[in-house]
Nanobody, 115 residues
Framework: VRLVVSGGGLVQAGRSLLLSCAAS????????IRWYRQAPGMQRELVAT???????NYADSVKGRFTISSDKAKNTVYLQMDSLKPEDTADYYC??????????WGQGTQVTVSS
């Protein structure tokens, strides 16, 4: 199973971006999915989590601005990012933790927010 991430880019502060994480197989129905980000010179940060039961959790830094959601029929998890700030600039990664299997990483997608 592979995770393919798309949707990054360059936006102005205050605008929105939608990141997508598509799986080649139907793992999202059994997995917890997380979005991480890593800015240059910074530690990796857990941004958002969605469980197989669709419970969500967010980092304080993005709470109220980012929304994680899952479309299991499309095997895709989304990260809707609104009211973007320059400090949201980072590489964003999708990670799946299927039960009894190794963690899966998608490739990073770069998000740059200009002031």
């Amino acid at each position: 199973v592979r995770l393919v991430v798309s949707g990054g880019g360059l936006v102005q502060a205050g605008r929105s971006l939608l990141l997508s994480c598509a799986a080649s197989g139907s793992i999202f129905s059994t997995s917890t999915i997380r979005w991480y980000r890593q800015a240059p010179g910074m530690q990796r940060e857990l941004v958002a989590t969605i469980t197989r039961g669709c419970r969500t959790n967010y980092a304080d830094s993005v709470k109220g601005r980012f929304t994680i959601s899952s479309d299991k029929a499309k095997n895709t998890v989304y990260l809707q990012m609104d009211s973007l700030k320059p400090e949201d600039t980072a590489d964003y990664y999708c990670v799946a933790d299927p039960p009894l299997q190794d963690r899966l990483w998608g490739q990073g997608t770069q998000v740059t927010v200009s002031s």
